[in-house]
């Protein structure tokens, strides 16, 4: 069975951190990347990384404070997030494609959705 599995969301203070950790199974997972859905608004791109790990990119809102890294041994794949926002809140979910290695930004682009883990930043 192929299944993403998200780990590490919780409730955290502002300025807190969390690691967020999403564990592939089933098959070998290339570009990955991690989205969040807000209340009443819709998913976003928060960060993706190459199956090589040589390409990472950031959305804007979370550059400098969230880390994206991968462990292809594990076939797993982690969000360090620091210096967490109010506005951080969200449901986040972890995304991987079978077939393309390079880096993909579109939510599009991916074949695989993890559930999804709630982070919940309080002021």
């Known amino acids: 069975q192929v299944q993403l599995a998200e780990s590490g969301g919780g409730l955290v203070q502002a300025g807190g951190s969390l690691r967020l950790t999403c564990a592939g199974s089933g098959r070998t997972f290339y570009a990955m990347g991690w989205f969040r859905q807000a209340p009443g608004k819709e998913r976003e791109f928060v960060g993706a990384?190459?199956?090589?790990?040589?390409?990472?990119m950031y959305a804007d809102s979370v550059k400098g404070r969230f880390t994206i890294s991968r462990d292809n041994a594990k076939n797993t794949l982690y969000l360090q997030m620091n210096s967490l926002k109010p506005e951080d809140t969200a449901v986040y979910y972890c995304a991987a494609d079978t077939r393309q290695k390079f880096i993909i930004r579109g939510y599009e682009g991916y074949g695989y959705w993890g559930q999804g883990t709630q982070v919940t930043v309080s002021s």
């Open positions: 990384i190459s199956w090589s790990s040589g390409n990472i």
